[in-house]
């Protein structure tokens, strides 16, 4: 049976994560790898209008109401998009997917983790969570300038303690799973190189485990 990887992007906001997700894309394209890319939260029909709720400014949201949201959007597209492209050994590129839960409405919002995981437990499988994370680390008063520049959403306009929170949460994260590889932001170009080695070296191993063959496929 062929089967896909599952690499996800995370950070704080304004981290540029999107913007290497993009390179990284390019990057597994030219190497003909078969490759999508999802954007949390989002990704599917009904992932796009809970976006926009979630993500809407001057709304009074309860924390377990936002957790939920964001739950129901990635229920969906794992659903809709992600069991299907894993089928077919596509390699899955998500920009932002389960640490950014544990990440802002675990130690951002001060949820439960255990809960957290718990209700992960019933929309997830093991097989579906990402067999790689890289982690654009970077400290929140670092990017407040660039924050200034976005038109911000409901999450970006949080205080920088909140997203101090979040930062120290990924960093947690980090280092309780083997999976999340910590990338320093410095220039675009030297954190995406960064994010390539990494990459490669994975890759490495995995072809070596033999657990789950992989190969690259000439696009159709
Ligand atoms: P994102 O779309 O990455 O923002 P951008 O417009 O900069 O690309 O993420 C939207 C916001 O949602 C971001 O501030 C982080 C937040 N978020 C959570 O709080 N929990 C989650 O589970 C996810 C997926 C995102």
């Known amino acids: 049976m062929r089967r896909g990887i599952i690499v996800s992007f995370e950070g704080i906001d304004g981290c540029g994560k999107t913007t290497i997700v993009k390179k990284f894309y390019q990057y597994l394209l030219k190497k003909n790898y078969q ?6 939260p ?3 029909k009904i992932g796009d209008r809970i976006r926009k709720i ?3 400014k001057n709304i009074e ?3 377990f109401c936002e957790l939920f949201l964001y739950l129901a959007s ?3 597209l794992i659903e809709e998009k992600i069991k299907k492209n894993l089928e077919r050994g596509k390699i899955i590129i998500l920009d932002r997917y389960i640490d950014s839960t544990f990440a802002y409405q675990g130690y951002g919002r001060n949820i439960s983790l255990k809960f957290i995981k718990d209700l992960h437990s019933f929309i997830i499988e093991k097989k579906y969570l990402p067999n790689i994370t890289f982690l654009i680390d970077e400290k929140p008063e670092n990017l407040i300038e660039i924050l200034k520049r976005k038109n911000k959403d409901r999450i970006e306009e949080e205080s920088l303690e909140f ?8 960093l947690e994260i980090a280092k309780k799973n083997r999976r999340v590889k910590i990338i320093k932001r ?3 170009e030297e954190t995406f190189l960064e994010v390539i080695k990494k990459w490669e070296e994975f890759l490495n191993e995995y072809k070596r485990s033999k ?4 190969e690259s496929k000439t696009k159709k």
């Not at 490759?35 to 949390?40: A, F, G, K, P, S």
């Not at 997203?163 to 990924?170: E, L």
């Not at 657990?211 to 992989?214: I, S």
């Open 35 to 40: 490759v999508i890319v999802l954007h949390e």
């Open 61 to 63: 949201m309860s924390k």
């Open 54 to 56: 979630l993500l809407s």
């Open 186 to 188: 410095k220039s675009e």
């Open 163 to 170: 997203q101090k929170k979040v930062r120290k949460g990924y």
């Open 74 to 76: 990635r229920s969906q």
């Open 211 to 214: 657990k789950l063959p992989f």
């Open 42 to 44: 989002g990704g599917t």
